[in-house]
């Protein structure tokens, strides 16, 4: 860990400007920051408090909901308009991490958590995302945990929040503050692929900095879940997680929203996989269709290839539980 | 004088449930481990690991390490104080053959992660980031990391690591008799490379005493096996060295041989004559031994009802460049069962990682992880029950040593874990079994370990208050081994449990050896049984010749030590109180030491296992490959159990880690880089909370006279057979017969 200033912001025009210039970084739960800076990941001159900005609120807010950037992970899921109206985020932030980690981290360091890539958290080897144009050991390396979707040849890394794939599939907005003001960017705008540039998660201008998430108004109460795969039954990333919405209109699924987890460098989301389930019955056929469409993109590597397969089956399942209104616990592991 | 020694005292404390001695001081954070203590001007060190996996270093720069405000030194191999010249001096007391790792030696690279310098510094965070800024150059080759790749390359150590047996000769035709069989099982097994991961990482405190003295607080599961390496390798008088670690937070066999955090701090605090500590990171817990690659193939012939007519088990195993490392892998498939064509090897090859270390029953739970697979194939191929085959297999005697056993309930193992599990009510039909959506799978194994001793002194000292103490150098690795050694010398003495404080690992006490290999509760345990006793005889004799003593013409083997008296055997109306005794004697203390070794003539006699037989359902979702391990009955024969609380903890453990080893852990090694890349605890998966339900643990009785307590040892039986007896039951559930484990979801899609 190398040495850095601190400074402690009390707006967010403070934080904005302290994070200009200098090579800084936000903290506030510090759940992922502090690890990476303990492995020479992130060598940051100056890191900025953001803790006192008055960013810890969750406000009803044009129907929806809006979650302050520093609200934890905790307070988020265990918040009854939350747990209520957006189970479906409620449950894939309580399928992340341990209870001591979701009572420190927050809505923006979820967000921007970075990569579980064995190669980019150890500097002793080449990672593009950590050192550009270092290379990728993880092609043709130990890539178990690598993506399958939208990869680069510079890039398989993952991201590995489950709360952000609730996010994607609940269509939730951004909203961020930086020097030339406020903005909102549409969660699917949010994080990006990993293309030439693997060393940028996001597409965060420099200076910026989250203020809220934005749920906007709908019903997602009764037709979700957040099925979550992997190698143990707690405490471990998704190999493949799926948050999956589903509008009913009797027997027809109106609409149908699913994101997938642990499968690229952002939540993966397939709009042909989604439109070709409107307006068709909630079936094992059509769930099956939907799964094969989103699949035939897959460009998987030696150790991971099962996750396509894996993928598959759990944007089935993810759907059937979605589509019988019985969405995956959190507390009892069997899957439903 | 009396010299007879009788085998106990009362049976008051000694097999009876008791909670840890140790517990409060545990949980409440006075038990201090070797990283924790401090000392006064303590320099911290910081290790900077190595990037490459074979080559040299070409350059090394630490200026701007050095030039950090806080630094004292950095330390390479440019700038090594001396250590001893011959390997020799290195080969710690359980080193297999070869030429032990030297930490900064020259710029060689035999591993990734190897160390290549270490920063001392005034703090440890100015360590750490001042490592951060060493500068290493190397000149790199390509490694060979892969074990199957070097097959080819395979050997038969030369040199025999001591106290490891190698195979028996082979007897029979194994091939013409596995030709000739109808029915037949040859297969390849696997076990993933795995990391001990205690929780505690390796730490050294080095004290600086002045005068060239050290005190040195090293996380080692015995200090007798640090104080001799430190003495041979700084040549250092032992007298000059003391050794201390009370506690350990774990240690699985990764704390048997001194580690090269030991080595480096006592090169840093003899060099500035300074007190300096040195921590390993979690990361660099991954820079040293593991149970290694080891490629099986188990090849079983049998007559159409399932007597074996040939057995074969040939295993290569992966070692480092430098050294041999040996363990038993394929003797337990002829100690288990009874063959009259057996034919068993064991090869190593040499790749370019670390040398692999002990770990939990090492070798047990790689080989007979293989053999009860291929067992458990071989009963569906010639449709037996699993339990119906074994005992048709049964082993009466030891053919590898051509002697019987001296005690082996493993018949019992089978029957009342059969019983308690419910196995009678299972359909043997793959597949047949459901829970809602989950299938069901029920599989069972065995599991067997030698039951050890080792010559092991202790000593005790009876002080006139009625209070004892006891104690010897060998470590409590979070066992009971405080407790058990508490219970054996408060019976021992007649006292109460309160009045017993025991000391360990400290080379100021008896000397012991490492605790490993499940053999601390026996050796120990009578070394301490029988310094008490001398006491008692002691103290007896103090009594007897007391003014119209009640013991007057009563022999010592008459007597009975209870409550802190002594009185005649049926008649506790004719006592002496210890104190009254100890003060008529006109003694404030009566101080004994003895030892305890292996009964050679009974070890010539007789081979000593212990066995147990597992069972486990597993809950398998087969559509997205999610298996639970809803419940484990593991029933054990160890001989007598001296505290079923803790014995119980012990086997829980080691089920808890059989679990691990059955479905999640792996060491993953990129084979370009030649590095274990999931080096930390949120990619190497142990078993969580969520992962383990029920696990019912059954001690079977088990007479066995190989030691006086009639002891066998718990600390590895609780792992071996238990990934197994899982992998078995996931056949069960799925009809799929996976033979490299872990067992993993990609496993069950595939």
């Given at each position: 860990m190398n040495r850095f200033d601190y400074v402690r912001a009390g707006t967010v025009a403070e934080a904005v400007q302290a994070l200009s210039g200098a090579n800084a970084r936000l903290i506030a739960g510090g759940t992922n920051l502090v690890d990476l800076m303990?492995?020479?990941?992130?060598?940051?001159?100056?890191?900025?408090?953001?803790?006192?900005l008055p960013l810890n609120a969750i406000e009803d807010h044009e129907g929806g909901l809006r979650i302050g950037a520093l609200v934890t992970n905790a307070i988020?899921?265990?918040?009854?308009?939350?747990?209520?109206?957006?189970?479906?985020?409620?449950s894939a932030i309580l399928a992340g991490a341990t209870g001591q980690l979701r009572n420190a981290a927050t809505t923006g360091g979820n967000l921007n958590q970075r990569t579980r890539c064995y190669y980019f958290y150890d500097d002793a080897t080449p990672c593009n995302k950590r050192e550009p144009g270092t290379g990728c050991p993880a092609i043709g390396g130990v890539n178990r945990i690598h993506?399958?979707?939208?990869?680069?040849?510079?890039?398989?890394?993952?991201?590995?929040?489950?709360m952000c794939v609730a996010l994607a599939a609940l269509d939730a907005e951004i909203r961020v503050a930086g020097p030339s003001g406020e903005r909102s960017i549409p969660f699917s705008e949010y994080h990006r692929l990993p293309g030439g540039t693997p060393q940028f998660d996001n597409t965060l201008q420099p200076g910026e900095i989250v203020l809220s998430v934005d749920l906007p108004a709908q019903d997602t109460a009764s037709h979700y879940t957040y099925l979550k795969l992997r190698d143990r039954l707690s405490y471990a990333f998704a190999l493949v997680s799926v948050a999956a919405i589903l509008d009913l209109d009797g027997d027809t699924v109106s609409r149908a929203r699913f994101a997938l987890g642990g499968v690229a460098h952002k939540p993966w989301r397939n709009a042909e996989a989604e439109a070709f389930l409107q307006g068709k019955a909630p079936t094992r056929e059509n769930f099956e269709a939907a799964a094969d469409i989103v699949i035939r993109e897959a460009t998987p590597q030696d150790g991971n290839a099962f996750k396509v397969e894996l993928a598959r089956r759990a944007i089935i399942r993810g759907l059937t539980q979605a589509a019988a209104g019985t969405p995956q616990s959190v507390s009892d592991k069997r899957i439903a | 004088m009396v010299t007879t020694i009788s085998s106990t005292g009362t049976d008051s404390f000694v097999g009876t449930a008791r909670s840890r001695v140790d517990g409060p001081a545990k949980v409440t954070g006075l038990a201090k481990y070797a990283g924790e203590f401090a000392a006064p001007d303590l320099a911290h060190g910081y290790v900077v690991s190595g990037g490459i996996a074979k080559g040299r270093i070409t350059a090394i720069d630490t200026t701007s390490a050095e030039a950090v405000p806080g630094v004292i030194k950095v330390y390479t191999h440019e700038n090594r104080p001396r250590t001893?010249?011959?390997?020799?001096?290195?080969?710690d007391a359980v080193a297999p053959p070869g030429s032990p790792f030297r930490a900064l030696y020259d710029d060689a690279i035999h591993y990734s992660g190897q160390p290549v310098a270490l920063v001392v510094a005034e703090d440890f965070e100015t360590a750490r980031y001042a490592a951060s800024l060493v500068r290493v150059t190397y000149e790199a080759e390509l490694p060979a990391v892969n074990v199957g790749a070097q097959a080819e390359l395979a050997y038969d150590p030369p040199m025999k690591r001591a106290g490891i047996k190698p195979p028996p000769e082979p007897w029979g035709d194994a091939d013409g008799a596995f030709q000739a069989a109808p029915k037949k099982v040859a297969n390849d097994y696997?076990?993933?490379?795995?990391?001990?991961?205690?929780?505690?990482?390796?730490?050294?405190?080095?004290?600086w005493e002045g005068g060239g003295k050290i005190t040195v607080y090293d996380k080692i599961q015995g200090v007798s096996n640090s104080h001799g390496y430190i003495a041979a390798v700084f040549g250092m008088n032992k007298e000059d060295v003391r050794v201390l670690n009370p506690y350990l937070g774990g240690g699985f066999g990764i704390g048997l041989r001194p580690q090269y955090q030991l080595f480096l701090a006592v090169l840093a605090a003899r060099d500035l004559e300074r007190s300096v500590r040195v921590t390993l990171t979690r990361d660099q817990m991954f820079t040293f031994g593991y149970r290694p690659d080891v490629r099986q193939r188990v090849s079983l012939g049998a007559d159409a009802e399932g007597r074996l007519q040939s057995l074969r088990h040939d295993a290569l195993s992966g070692t480092s460049r430098f050294e041999d490392y040996q363990e038993v892998v394929v003797n337990w498939s002829a100690i288990l069962y009874d063959c009259d064509n057996v034919a068993l090897t064991y090869n190593l090859t040499k790749i370019d990682t670390y040398t692999p270390a002990d770990m939990r029953a090492p070798g047990a739970v790689t080989g007979v992880l293989?053999?009860?697979?291929?067992?458990?194939?071989?009963?569906?191929?010639?449709g037996q029950d699993p339990i119906a085959l074994r005992l048709k297999n049964y082993s009466e005697s030891d053919r590898t040593e051509g002697k019987p056993f001296g005690s082996k309930a493993l018949r019992a193992c089978y029957a009342e874990g059969a019983d308690r599990f419910g196995w009678a009510r299972r359909n043997p039909e793959p597949r047949s079994m459901r829970d809602g959506r989950e299938l069901v799978g029920w599989g069972m194994a065995t599991g067997v370990w030698e039951s050890l001793m080792?010559?092991?002194?202790?000593?005790?000292?009876?002080?006139?208050?009625?209070?004892l103490t006891v104690g010897n150098s060998t470590g409590d690795l979070g066992t009971g081994t405080y407790t058990i050694l508490t219970q054996i010398a408060a019976d021992a003495l007649g006292l109460q449990m309160e009045d017993v404080t025991t000391k360990l690992g400290d080379t100021d006490l008896a000397e012991a050896p490492v605790a490993g290999g499940s053999w601390t509760a026996a050796s120990s345990g009578t070394a301490v049984m029988k310094a008490c006793r001398k006491i008692a005889a002691e103290v007896f004799g103090m009594a007897r010749a007391m003014d119209d003593s009640p013991l007057a013409n009563v022999d010592f083997d008459r007597v009975v030590f209870s409550d802190g008296r002594i009185s005649v055997a049926g008649d506790p109306s004719r006592s002496v109180s210890l104190v009254e005794a100890m003060r008529a004697g006109g003694v404030d203390k009566v101080e004994a030491t003895d030892s305890a070794g292996p009964d050679s003539g009974h070890a010539k006699e007789f081979s000593a296992y212990t066995h147990s037989a597992i069972f486990a359902e597993v809950k398998v979702d087969e559509d997205l490959g999610q298996i639970r391990v809803t419940r484990i009955v593991s029933a054990i024969a160890a001989g007598k159990i001296i505290n079923p609380k803790t014995a119980r903890s012990q086997i829980l453990g080691g089920v808890v880690m059989g679990i691990g080893s059955a479905l999640e852990e792996e060491s993953m090694l990129d084979h370009t880089i030649g590095r274990f890349m999931n080096h930390n605890l949120a990619e190497y998966h142990v078993p969580v909370n969520a992962d383990i339900h029920d696990i019912d643990v059954i001690f079977v009785e088990e007479e066995d006279r190989a030691n006086p307590m009639g002891v066998k040892g718990l600390g590895e039986i609780g792992i071996v057979g238990t990934a197994a007896a899982i992998a078995n039951a996931v056949f069960h559930a799925t009809g799929k017969r996976i033979r490299e484990l872990p067992i993993t979801v990609d496993k069950i899609l595939g």
């Open positions: 303990k492995y020479n990941v992130e060598r940051p001159d100056r890191l900025v408090d953001i803790t006192r988020a899921a265990y918040d009854e308009r939350v747990a209520s109206r957006y189970p479906v985020l409620a993506a399958i979707f939208g990869i680069s040849p510079t890039c398989i890394a993952t991201h590995p929040s489950d | 001893a010249w011959l390997d020799y001096n290195y080969r696997r076990l993933a490379v795995e990391h001990h991961n205690p929780m505690e990482p390796h730490a050294s405190t080095v004290v293989a053999l009860e697979i291929a067992m458990d194939e071989l009963a569906y191929e010639t080792q010559q092991s002194s202790a000593q005790a000292t009876l002080t006139a208050d009625g209070k």
